[in-house]
């Protein structure tokens, strides 16, 4: 008799549960909630490449046509004059040589910077290191422009206003914070034990980081080497500050040659705005990959 009204009971408890389960109201099926996500993000890269696509449009017309007062997305007259005179007859190449040489020399003395400190944040415990870390972290969010009258000083009274020199300092000084939080990240997510094995087997401290981390770090390595690249190759203020000789313009400040009193030469403009484009789409090609790994280490690291 026990045995039955314990079946009893269970079967009860069960039913019950089952009423329960069904009457509770259903969530959003996961399926609509990607598909809503993949739709904001297309309208989002329609967006940003709308602005592109009209560059590569218009530069492909003669000047004609881009003041047509009835513009057309597809040029009926395919023309490539205006990159032959962006590329040809002006410095603008000079320009883009100029702000690759600049960007990659201040990217390599960032890294140079960046790398042992990061380690050292990570590795290296010492009273105020969060103090430090934050003061790090808070000179990035400083504009510009604040610091840019004291920079045009110091530029000029050491003699180093109007060269190379002084725009690889104050970039490399300028991405350094960024790049070492973003480094941290990957030393943090690098197991002790690794570093510790490497020294059991007779390596120094700097041997294990030298050979053992920095391999490790590529990734991180590479994020942090595109995102402080395309900072640079963007810059308008400090180019256009430190520099004024035609020969060391940059690229940022170059494109402006095309804005005149008079009015702007569509054609040459876009065409000029699509070669500064190149390197950049050509970099993100390549380290695409490290550049997702390094934004992502930063943001769940620290």
Same mark, same amino acid.
């Given at each position: 008799?026990?045995?039955? $009204? ?48 009209? $560059?590569?449009s ?8 881009v ?47 960046a790398?042992p ?48 020199v002084?725009?690889?300092? +104050?970039?490399?000084?300028?991405q ?35 050979? +053992? ?6 990734p ?8 402080a ?13 430190? +520099? ?29 705005v ?7 789409? +050509? ?12 934004? $992502? ?6």
């Amino acid at each position: 008799m026990m045995t039955m $009204a314990n079946s009893a009971t269970a079967r009860g408890n069960t039913t019950m549960a089952r009423r329960t389960a069904a009457d509770r109201p259903r969530g959003r099926p996961r399926g609509s909630t990607s598909r809503w996500v993949y739709v904001g993000l297309a309208a989002a890269s329609v967006l940003a490449l709308t602005p592109i696509l009209w $560059a590569v449009s218009t530069s492909l017309k003669p000047e004609s046509l881009v003041i047509n007062a009835d513009p057309t997305w597809i040029p009926t007259n395919l023309t490539f004059e205006n990159y032959r005179i962006v590329l040809n007859e002006s410095m603008f190449p000079r320009y883009v040589l100029n702000t690759f040489l600049v960007a990659v020399a201040a990217v390599l003395f960032t890294l140079v910077c960046a790398l042992p400190a990061a380690y050292a944040a990570s590795r290296l415990p010492f009273r105020g290191q969060r103090a430090m870390l934050f003061c790090i972290l808070t000179t990035t969010m400083i504009p510009g422009i604040a610091i840019l009258v004291p920079t045009y000083y110091l530029a000029v009274t050491t003699g180093l206003y109007d060269t190379f020199v002084i725009l690889v300092i +104050v970039y490399a000084a300028w991405q350094v914070p960024s790049s070492v939080w973003v480094l941290r990240g990957f030393v943090d997510s690098v197991p002790v034990d690794i570093e510790e094995a490497a020294r059991i087997d007779g390596c120094s401290r700097i041997g294990a980081f030298l050979r +053992v981390l920095m391999p490790i770090l590529r990734p991180g390595i590479g994020g942090a080497f595109i995102l402080a690249f395309v900072n640079i190759w963007n810059d308008f203020l400090i180019a256009s500050t430190m +520099v004024s000789t035609d020969e060391r313009r940059l690229v940022s400040v170059g494109l402006y040659q095309y804005l005149s009193d008079t009015g702007v030469i569509w054609g040459q403009l876009t065409a000029a705005v699509v070669v500064t484009l190149l390197p950049i789409i +050509v970099l993100f090609t390549v380290l695409s990959r490290y550049l997702t790994a390094g934004l $992502a280490a930063g943001a769940t690291k620290g």
